[in-house]
Nanobody, 116 residues
Framework: QTELVESGGGLVQPGGSLRLSCVTA???????MGWYRQAPGKLRELVAR???????NYADSVKGRFTISRDNAKNTVYLQMNNLRPEDTAVYYC???????????WGQGTQVTVSS
């Protein structure tokens, strides 16, 4: 079990950018990490994943706009979000994917709102 602390969300206009950070209490050196989001009335979905060796995967809805990265020395995972759209509005969370489940309890998330 480890604590997850997400930050960096906010209100941004369509076409804008945000950079989210997720700091973990424990080492993530050998762990695949992911960014998830949950919009009102919708299920939580995995939008980006980064393996322990740096391999990345993205949901089709964010491909080409979002970039996931990691800094193992800082136990931190980032999500750079560019060209944001209103449909990106959601609470964003990080966690360690484990099949269709996650390895740890969810953090508080960080709210991203895209609106003019």
């Amino acid at each position: 079990q480890t604590e997850l602390v997400e930050s960096g969300g906010g209100l941004v206009q369509p076409g804008g950018s945000l950079r989210l950070s997720c700091v973990t209490a424990g080492s993530i050196f050998t762990i695949s990490m992911g960014w998830y989001r949950q919009a009102p009335g919708k299920l939580r979905e995995l939008v980006a994943r980064i393996g322990s060796t740096g391999t990345t995967n993205y949901a089709d809805s964010v491909k080409g706009r979002f970039t996931i990265s990691r800094d193992n020395a800082k136990n931190t995972v980032y999500l750079q979000m560019n060209n944001l759209r209103p449909e990106d509005t959601a609470v964003y969370y990080c966690n360690a994917p484990l099949g269709n489940l996650v390895q740890w309890s969810w953090g508080q998330g960080t709210q991203v709102t895209v609106s003019s």
